[in-house]
């Protein structure tokens, strides 16, 4: 049974800081990986999709890296802003054998950037 | 390009009464899948539908059930509440069926079991 995990569960920075969430999961073989942003009583809203043949994706100032083999991802965040607190979601996607949507999630990484 | 919408987005019941919500998807979108977020447990897959058809079903009891329409409209229903049904109930919508792109979702509906 695949289980994400997600260190630290809360971080609390400074403005500007640059900073890495962490997300592990148990079995390698994943379809891909999504790192998600949940804003306070909010949807998700998907930030980056690794497939499990690449090794990082980049949108702006987020880079996501994943290591397969070893189970394990991270969400890097430059120049963090006030804008970036939220509870950032790591998921995978087990391999697709059929068509499936099923996603395993993380319980998550509570962001608090201070101004 | 209108997003997934959930209605209703609060809703209070009482243990014992039962429950449906629904959820639209982006339109073109064929998948639709239906999470339940609770503090304890994070987020878990109760199931999806594509094309009518449940695909994939998570590890709840029974009292879950859900069905889709040829609109790709989907419902959720929870029969005989109880209290630890208390959760966010999120729904997702993808183009197709597990192809490599990502799942949108829905705001949610907030339940709470009295």
């Known amino acids: 049974k695949q289980e994400v995990t997600q260190i630290p569960a809360a971080l609390s920075v400074p403005e500007g800081e640059n900073l890495v969430l962490n997300c592990s999961f148990t079995d390698s073989a994943i379809y891909n990986l999504q790192w998600f942003r949940q804003d306070p009583g909010k949807g998700l809203t998907s930030l980056l999709l690794?497939?499990?043949?690449?090794r990082e994706q980049t949108s702006g100032r987020l880079n996501a890296s994943l290591d397969k083999s070893s189970g394990r991802s991270t969400l890097y965040i430059a120049a963090s802003q006030p804008g970036d607190s939220a509870t950032y979601l790591c998921?995978?996607?087990?391999?697709?054998?059929?068509?499936?949507?099923?996603?395993?999630f993380g319980k998550g990484t509570k962001l608090t950037v201070n101004p | 390009k209108a997003g997934v919408t959930q209605t209703p987005r609060y809703l209070i019941k009482t243990r014992g009464q039962q429950v449906t919500l629904s959820c639209s998807p982006i339109s073109g979108h064929r998948s639709v899948s239906w999470y339940q977020q609770t503090p304890g447990q994070g987020l878990q897959f109760l199931f999806e539908y594509f094309s009518e058809t449940q695909r994939n079903k998570g590890n709840f009891p029974g009292r879950f059930s859900g069905r889709q329409f040829s609109n790709s409209r989907s419902e959720m229903n929870v029969s005989t509440l109880e209290l630890g049904d208390s959760a966010l109930y999120l729904c997702?919508?993808?183009?197709?069926?597990?192809?490599?792109?990502?799942?949108?979702f829905g705001p949610g509906t907030r339940l709470l079991v009295l």
């Open positions: 690794i497939q499990s043949s690449q």
């Open positions: 998921a995978v996607k087990k391999e697709w054998w059929g068509g499936s949507e099923k996603l395993v």
């Open positions: 997702a919508s993808s183009f197709t069926s597990g192809l490599p792109e990502t799942q949108y």
